[in-house]
Each structure stands twice: as structure tokens, then as C-alpha cells.
């Protein structure tokens, strides 16, 4: 069985330095190390950020795509592949801005993946614009009077869109976000993990201080119910989002994989795609 130093590989990330993508990568190998997987049976496609250059960080298969196109390609590699594992990954602005299309569909679709967003609440890669999770008044070089243009609550979103596993960490909080990531891989269907993770650099507002400061921990509720759908809705709009741990978990649906009919359940790698002479002169007959 592959420990977490197993996922290491020799790439150094570029991030800077106090970064909260570095815990969540340290995580994301940790929780791949627990759940019993080996690197070559996990695939790790990220889009376009500081944070997409995740998935050249660890010892597996990866995929560094194109902004806001990471659930797309992580979709089809699960299809194609079901024996893989597949970690799908983006900050903020990739996932919630030019990216939240397919994040909505990919939702509702209910994929067996899951998707990490490391949500620091600013453009970084770009050095320091609003993003969608910006809050009002937030000055940055895009909105140097202040934004005027309400947050983005991707939780709310999530559970409108039918989400079958919702979670939300903090990067500082590695135990709580390694436990998080565990239960996601092991959730069958689509599992949406939030990360706040601070921008050092240009973020000065929405700090590893003020994140400890406002968030609210669902451990300090004992009797709180995660597959209570209503009951989720409520605490995350009683909080405004800032609440940590198993938001929402609905095991009873289906994967959208384990419904398909006509496909072999181990998907299209596994499978003897080889046509015979007669098989090609069907399909070429049926273009003329």
C-alpha cells in the first residue's frame, strides 16, 4: 500500500511562500495515501490558476487543461477509465466564474469525482483582480473604488443544483481538510470540497487571521444532521458560508456512470475497441 510520500514527486511548486494550495496538495497526498490508492490509480486534471499547477505537484496521472475546463476532461477521463480515481482541482475564478457552467452540470450529472476549488477570493495568477468570491467593496486592481457586485455563494449554488456531497475546509486546518478529501473519494457521485486557502500576496483582506477569526466549525454542533438537505440549506445561510466540515452528504442516489446503459461498467479503457472489416464498411456506409 503507497504511503503519502509516495504522491511526491520531484517538481518543486512555484507558489509563494505561506500559500494555503501547499496544505492542500500536502492533503490531497494524504488522504490518497488513507483511502488505499496507488498513484497510478489516480489522476489528478486541474484548470488554469496558481492553484492549476496542482496537478503537476503529485506522483499520479494529471492533467493541467485550460481555465474553467477542468470538470470536463475530469468527466471524460472517468468515464473512459471507471478503475481510476479522479481529483479534479481549480481556484475560485476558474471554477465559479468562467468554469461555473460545467461546475452546475457536473453537479447535477453526478459523476463519480471529486472536485477541490481552492477559494482565496482573488484573481492571483493574473496578480490580484476581483473574483466571483470577492466581497463588495473589495478593492483590488479590477475594482480599485470597490466591487459593486454581490458574492458568489458556490454552497448555495451546490445544494440548489442537487450536490450529493458538499464539504468546506480551511487550509490551515490540515486534519479536518485530509479527512474531508477521504470522504469525498469515497463518496460514490460527484463531491464538491470548498478550501479556503489565503493569497499571501495579494489578498490582504481575507487572511489566515480573519478566516480564523469568522469561521464557524460544524463540530460545535453536535446534534447537526449533514444528510439533512434542509437542515444544510439553513446553516450555510445562517453562517454566510463561512462554516467548515461535512456540509451535505446524500448517499442514496446513483452515480451517473452506474446508470448508463449499454457500456461496460469498467468504461471504454478496458474495452476491445478493434472493429472487424465488416463492422468498418457499416460505420463508413452509414456517412455516405
Same mark, same amino acid.
Given at each position: 500500500?503507497?504511503? %503519502?510520500?509516495?504522491?511526491?514527486?520531484?517538481?518543486?511548486?512555484?507558489?509563494?511562500? =505561506?500559500?494555503?494550495?501547499?496544505?492542500?496538495?500536502?492533503?490531497?497526498?494524504?488522504?490518497?495515501?488513507?483511502?488505499?490508492?496507488?498513484?497510478?490509480?489516480?489522476?489528478?486534471?486541474?484548470?488554469?490558476?496558481?492553484?492549476?499547477?496542482?496537478?503537476?505537484?503529485?506522483?499520479?496521472?494529471? /492533467?493541467? =487543461?485550460?481555465?474553467?475546463?477542468?470538470?470536463?476532461?475530469?468527466?471524460?477521463?472517468?468515464?473512459?477509465?471507471?478503475?481510476?480515481?479522479?481529483?479534479?482541482?481549480?481556484?475560485?475564478?476558474?471554477?465559479?466564474?468562467?468554469?461555473?457552467?460545467? @461546475?452546475?452540470?457536473?453537479?447535477?450529472?453526478?459523476?463519480? /469525482?471529486?472536485?477541490?476549488?481552492?477559494?482565496?477570493?482573488?484573481?492571483?495568477?493574473?496578480? =490580484?483582480?476581483?473574483?466571483?468570491?470577492?466581497?463588495?467593496?473589495?478593492?483590488?486592481?479590477?475594482?480599485?473604488?470597490?466591487?459593486?457586485?454581490?458574492?458568489?455563494?458556490?454552497?448555495?449554488?451546490?445544494?440548489?443544483?442537487?450536490?450529493?456531497?458538499?464539504?468546506?475546509?480551511?487550509?490551515?486546518?490540515?486534519?479536518?481538510?485530509?479527512?474531508?478529501?477521504?470522504?469525498?473519494?469515497?463518496?460514490?457521485?460527484?463531491?464538491?470540497?470548498?478550501? %479556503?486557502?489565503?493569497?499571501?500576496?495579494?489578498?490582504?483582506?481575507?487572511?489566515?487571521?480573519? %478566516?480564523?477569526?469568522?469561521?464557524?466549525?460544524?463540530?460545535? %454542533?453536535?446534534?447537526?444532521?449533514?444528510?439533512?438537505?434542509?437542515?444544510?440549506?439553513?446553516?450555510?445561510?445562517? @453562517?454566510?458560508?463561512?462554516? @467548515?466540515? /461535512?456540509?451535505?452528504?446524500?448517499?442514496?442516489?446513483?452515480?451517473?456512470?452506474?446508470?448508463?446503459?449499454?457500456?461496460?461498467?469498467?468504461?471504454?479503457?478496458?474495452?476491445?475497441?478493434?472493429?472487424?472489416?465488416?463492422?468498418?464498411?457499416?460505420?463508413?456506409?452509414?456517412?455516405?
Amino acid at each position: 500500500m503507497a504511503t %503519502f510520500k509516495e504522491f511526491r514527486n520531484n517538481v518543486k511548486p512555484n507558489w509563494c511562500p =505561506g500559500c494555503g494550495d501547499f496544505s492542500v496538495q500536502a492533503a490531497i497526498q494524504r488522504a490518497a495515501a488513507n483511502v488505499g490508492l496507488e498513484p497510478e490509480s489516480l489522476a489528478v486534471i486541474s484548470g488554469i490558476g496558481c492553484s492549476g499547477r496542482i496537478s503537476g505537484y503529485i506522483n499520479a496521472y494529471g /492533467l493541467h =487543461g485550460i481555465h474553467g475546463r477542468a470538470l470536463p476532461i475530469a468527466q471524460g477521463v472517468k468515464l473512459a477509465n471507471r478503475e481510476l480515481t479522479v481529483i479534479a482541482s481549480g481556484g475560485d475564478g476558474d471554477g465559479f466564474a468562467i468554469g461555473m457552467g460545467h @461546475t452546475v452540470h457536473a453537479i447535477r450529472r453526478n459523476i463519480d /469525482l471529486t472536485y477541490i476549488v481552492m477559494d482565496n477570493q482573488i484573481y492571483g495568477l493574473t496578480k =490580484g483582480q476581483t473574483s466571483p468570491r470577492s466581497a463588495e467593496g473589495f478593492k483590488t486592481k479590477s475594482t480599485p473604488e470597490g466591487s459593486i457586485e454581490s458574492t458568489l455563494s458556490p454552497l448555495e449554488i451546490a445544494m440548489s443544483a442537487g450536490a450529493t456531497f458538499i464539504a468546506q475546509s480551511f487550509s490551515s486546518d490540515l486534519k479536518q481538510l485530509t479527512a474531508l478529501i477521504e470522504a469525498g473519494l469515497n463518496h460514490k457521485g460527484f463531491s464538491l470540497i470548498n478550501v %479556503f486557502s489565503p493569497c499571501v500576496t495579494f489578498n490582504k483582506v481575507n487572511t489566515y487571521d480573519w %478566516f480564523k477569526e469568522n469561521i464557524v466549525n460544524l463540530d460545535q %454542533f453536535p446534534d447537526y444532521d449533514p444528510s439533512n438537505r434542509i437542515a444544510a440549506m439553513n446553516k450555510i445561510m445562517e @453562517t454566510n458560508g463561512m462554516l @467548515t466540515g /461535512l456540509i451535505y452528504q446524500n448517499k442514496e442516489r446513483q452515480s451517473y456512470e452506474s446508470m448508463i446503459g449499454g457500456f461496460q461498467p469498467e468504461g471504454l479503457a478496458n474495452q476491445d475497441l478493434a472493429l472487424s472489416q465488416e463492422q468498418f464498411a457499416k460505420l463508413v456506409a452509414e456517412f455516405k
